[in-house]
T-cell receptor
């Protein structure tokens, strides 16, 4: 039982490049979400999913796309990286949603130059 | 959306109890209060959550005021490993709204 696995752990992108941050969970959780955390701040919700085939926007969705084709995977795509997207990205999952607690991955530290 | 107010930082001595306060005066009647903590360079970790009554688990206790405008996370015997940023979070429309949290410093 690996929990929530995020890859890569570190990434440097050039402005304008695209990439996908991977997130996988092996706990059969229905709810998954992506957050970003800027230095000294709390997390901000980017996108979330309540089950396979269902996604919705969070607080800061611009510049990011998601899809949920399986229960296990919830990738986050950066369409055209910008320096403002330099941040630490966390993926989280929960069997029943926030009311039962989320399990977080260890994060992806992204730098856009 | 519900907003929370927490102290920026708190200090406590090792092996003593710690009471971390949170004000959430705008919370709605159906919003749960969650507490997470984040150790340096790690992802957040679930601590505890509750709606109206006090809650206990192996990590901590959560005391919720009768009017639900505030709550207190209680670490019964702090260790150096409890040094982290603690977030008090209402779930609003099934979305967790994160503030800046309280940085807990444990003194040996």
């Amino acid at each position: 039982n690996a929990g929530v696995t995020q890859t890569p752990k570190f990434q440097v992108l050039k402005t304008g490049q695209s990439m996908t941050l991977q997130c996988a969970q092996d706990m059969n959780h229905e709810y998954m979400s992506w957050y970003r955390q800027d230095p000294g701040m709390g997390l901000r919700l980017i996108h979330y999913s309540v089950g396979a085939g269902i996604t919705d926007q969070g607080e800061v969705p611009n510049g990011y796309n998601v899809s949920r084709s399986t229960t296990e995977d919830f990738p986050l795509r950066l369409l055209s990286a910008a320096p403002s997207q330099t941040s630490v990205y966390f993926c989280a999952s929960s069997r029943y949603g926030q009311r039962y607690g989320y399990t977080f991955g260890s994060g992806t530290r992204l730098t856009v130059v | 959306d519900a907003k929370t107010t927490q102290p920026n930082s708190m200090e406590s001595n090792e092996e003593e109890p710690v009471h971390l306060p949170c004000n959430h005066s705008t919370i709605s009647g159906t919003d749960y209060i969650h507490w997470y903590r984040q150790l340096p360079s790690q992802g957040p970790e679930y601590v505890i959550h509750g709606l109206t009554s006090n809650v206990n688990n192996r990590m901590a206790s959560l005391a919720i005021a009768e009017d639900r405008k505030s709550s207190t996370l209680i670490l019964h015997r702090a260790t150096l490993r409890d040094a982290a940023v603690y977030y008090c979070i209402p779930d609003s429309n099934y979305q967790l709204i994160w503030g800046a949290g309280t940085k807990l410093i444990i003194k040996p």
